[in-house]
């Protein structure tokens, strides 16, 4: 007696959309509120966050779109190639966001910060993609269902409003932290989440068989489930994963290091700007 | 933070939406599983009832719906079936509740044996449609904190809107203060919060209005005091002059300090007397070009002796100013453009017309201001370690800015299109 597959995934539609729309959402807002406490760090203007999204959103919608043909590329692997080519762009960004970010507060000339600006849109707008198109494939299948578009549509609403909810109030949390502090904490998370970027691109990477596998290095599960909102709201933060692979946990590692070392490399100059400005 | 209203709508509405929707979720999951375990006994009910129908046989000619499927077995054998279950046990031979998968869905499965008739009925309820039955019911409970948000979240924006109005008020009047009024603030509709604030503001006005008033009236009485005995001095070194050789070192000194201390002491009466109150007393249309004119051939003696060309080009713009302030704002730009050009330098002066603004432009050829003074050499006293070596006191472009504001004119300072110099120049919005 076989079992038809959609019976499990349609049983919970409900509580299935809500872990999927908000974990995405989450992802995005998360990354959107550190750049957008890092802009207002520098004295920047935030108006590239509204630009972010909207191109980010019309990346999502074209290439959610087009995603049946890009998953024939490469011998049908093309969906995780080419999020893991975002995930990698994404990172490369970040990198340089870094670099500018930590120079920017002693160097105040103008193509400096139009570049950051530039950087930032280009992150958030990436991001918007990646998780957007996931976001329309996801409600294009389910939506196809007439008697579910009621739960998935109230599951859509609330995944989106715990995801934006958390952004902004994590915004507001990293804003109410002062001086050298916001520097480090701001730059500890901006890594992390590089990092979760980074074992994001590996873990598709290994899905389309274009690395090997790594065994399992440790297994969280029974302790902290990804699935639950905290393990969730960890998984956005500091892409928290109950089973990493050895791989894995190297490109998280190696990411994080590179990160930190490109950002804290100039923290010295901030204690004398602080002296300077205190005295 | 940008604004007070935009973080607390935002951090309220964010906080409210987040553990609303939460509760919500839980709720879900609490009343799914009250709506499994209200099936459940429905579902023995049904067994229960279908063990007292007495069929046998085929039971396709009871009405049951797909969502449903029994059997009833008796010594290993089916006596009676619903037409859409299997041939095999739909349920264990225990009594209880279990899943089974068949006719390609998910099954929720109960066992119940029959001591009376000595028959197990096993009963199957197709368990997305139980589901989906709970959960249409349940997100009907859903759907107000959902319709809710929008609305609380317009109520939270008015309300705080209404809660933030006296520190709007309080910004409106400080902002609407002119740079002169150290009046109080009125403390209308003030709330407790707020009066704390609006009496610290009041009696930081009031040590200002004191401390600028005793400073204005030392700078005046001071100077006024120490005019005479400097006009003393200069008469007592003329006739000193007419005694003692005219080529001793000592006695151009003692000339050249008695000169400065003199242009130090009309330039403080100067700054007095271009006070917002004491200007604004006497504004009227002024021709800036003519009155430019009439300042250049007054000086003109100044300039010839260091052979400077100095030109003035433009055209007749009247503007509505005050005489003397102007009079004083042009003599300190000529007086400066002369003293930091050097000998057989150019000047020149431009009026221009736009159709918002006027602007009288003063170039030199001199040795310029570089560009991180530029914003230090409106300060009182302030001169630039470059130019310690040419006599002046620090205020004559004080006291050009200082009458600029007055007339709501703007200030910038350039290059000059010499080779060197700067260029200093004043905009005067068009009425």
């Known amino acids: 007696m076989s079992l038809s597959s959609d019976d499990n995934r349609n049983k919970k539609m409900f509580l299935n ?29 935030s108006r590239w966050a509204i630009s972010a999204l909207l191109i980010g959103s019309l990346g999502a919608y074209i290439y959610g779109l087009n995603i049946g043909n890009i998953s024939e590329w490469f011998d049908y692997v093309g969906q995780e190639i080419v999020n893991a080519c975002i995930q990698i762009a994404i990172v490369m960004l970040m990198f340089i966001a870094t670099f500018l970010y930590s120079r920017s507060i002693f160097n105040t000339k103008k193509y400096g910060q139009t570049l950051f600006i530039v950087n930032a849109t280009a992150i958030v707008a990436l991001a918007i993609v990646r998780e957007g198109a996931e976001i329309y494939n996801y409600l294009a299948g389910a939506l196809t269902h007439a008697e579910y578009l009621v739960s998935v549509t109230t599951g859509s609403i609330i995944g989106t409003g715990i995801g934006v909810s958390i952004g902004i109030l994590f915004y507001y949390a990293l804003g109410a ?38 065994p399992i290095l440790w297994d969280t599960s029974s302790l902290l489930s990804e699935y639950s909102l905290t393990g969730r709201l960890l998984y956005g933060l500091i892409g928290y994963e109950a089973t990493p692979s050895i791989l894995e946990f190297f490109g998280y590692l190696t990411t994080v290091m590179i990160m930190l070392f490109i950002g804290i490399k100039k923290t010295p100059k901030i204690k004398c700007l602080d002296e300077k400005i205190n005295t | 933070m940008s604004s007070i209203r935009t973080f607390l709508i935002l951090s309220v509405v964010a906080t409210l939406v987040l553990f609303n929707f939460i509760a919500a979720i839980q709720g879900y999951s ?29 039971a396709s000619n009871i009405e049951h719906t797909s969502t449903i499927a029994f059997q009833l077995w008796k010594d290993n054998k089916i006596i009676a079936a619903s037409n859409n279950a299997p041939d095999t046990p739909i349920a264990d031979f225990q009594p209880g509740y279990g899943y089974i998968n068949f006719d390609r869905h998910r099954w929720r499965s109960l066992g119940y044996y029959d001591r009376k008739r000595n028959v197990w009925i096993a009963l199957a309820e197709r368990d997305d449609i139980r589901s989906l039955l709970a959960e249409n019911v349940i997100l009907k409970s859903v759907y107000p904190i959902l319709l ?29 203060k002119k740079n002169n009024d150290l009046t109080p603030i009125a403390a209308k509709e003030s709330t407790k919060e707020l009066k704390q604030v609006t009496t610290s503001i009041n009696s930081l006005l009031q040590r200002l209005d004191t401390t600028l008033e005793r400073e204005k009236l030392f700078t005046a009485d001071a100077a006024h005091e120490l005019r005479t005995p400097i006009s003393a001095l200069k008469i007592q070194l003329h006739n000193i002059k007419q005694e003692i050789p ?23 009466l100067l700054l007095y007397r271009t006070t917002p109150e004491e200007l604004s007393k006497d504004f009227s249309e002024i021709d800036l070009y003519t009155l430019t004119q009439n ?58 017309e736009t159709e918002s603004k006027y602007s009288l432009r003063v170039e030199d050829s001199g040795p310029g201001i570089p560009i991180e003074a530029r914003d230090q050499v409106f300060e009182r006293f302030y001169r630039h370690k470059n130019q310690q070596a040419i006599p002046g006191c620090g205020l004559g472009l004080t006291i050009v800015k200082h009458i600029a504001d007055l007339h709501g004119a703007t200030i910038k300072i350039e290059n000059s299109s010499f080779t060197s110099g700067c260029a200093i120049t004043i905009e005067f919005r068009r009425q």
């Not at chain 2, 009250?34 to 049904?46: G, I, Y």
């Not at chain 2, 300039?303 to 030109?311: P, T």
């Open chain 2, 295 to 352: 300042i250049i051939a007054e000086h003109y003696s100044g300039f010839e002796k260091k052979q400077q060309n100095i030109e003035l080009i433009g055209i007749h713009s009247k503007i509505n100013g005050n005489t003397f302030g102007l009079t004083a704002l042009i003599q300190n730009l000529l007086n400066n453009a002369n003293k930091y050009t050097p000998k057989g330098g150019d000047i020149r002066i431009t009026l221009e």
């Open chain 1, 177 to 214: 932290i002062t001086g050298k502090r916001r520097h480090i904490i701001g730059l500890i998370l901006f890594s992390l989440i590089a990092g979760s970027m980074t074992s994001q691109a590996l873990l598709l990477l290994n899905q389309a068989d274009w690395i090997p596998s790594t």
């Open chain 2, 30 to 58: 609490s009343s799914m599983k009250e709506a499994e375990l209200l099936f459940d006994e429905k579902m023995l009910n049904t067994a229960k009832l279908i063990a007292n129908l007495h069929v046998e046989g085929n």
């Open chain 1, 17 to 45: 959309s809500i872990a999927l729309i908000s974990q995405e959402v989450l992802e995005a807002s998360i990354l959107i509120s550190i750049l957008m406490a890092l802009t207002k760090q520098l004295e920047l203007s």
């Open chain 2, 246 to 268: 005219t080529n001793s070192d000592a006695l151009k000194q003692l000339n050249d300090g008695v000169n400065r201390m003199h242009h130090l002491i009309e330039q403080l």
């Open chain 2, 148 to 176: 809710g948000i929008p609305l609380v979240s317009l109520l939270i924006w008015l309300i705080i809107g209404y809660g933030l109005k006296p520190l709007r008020q309080l910004a409106n009047e400080l902002s609407n």
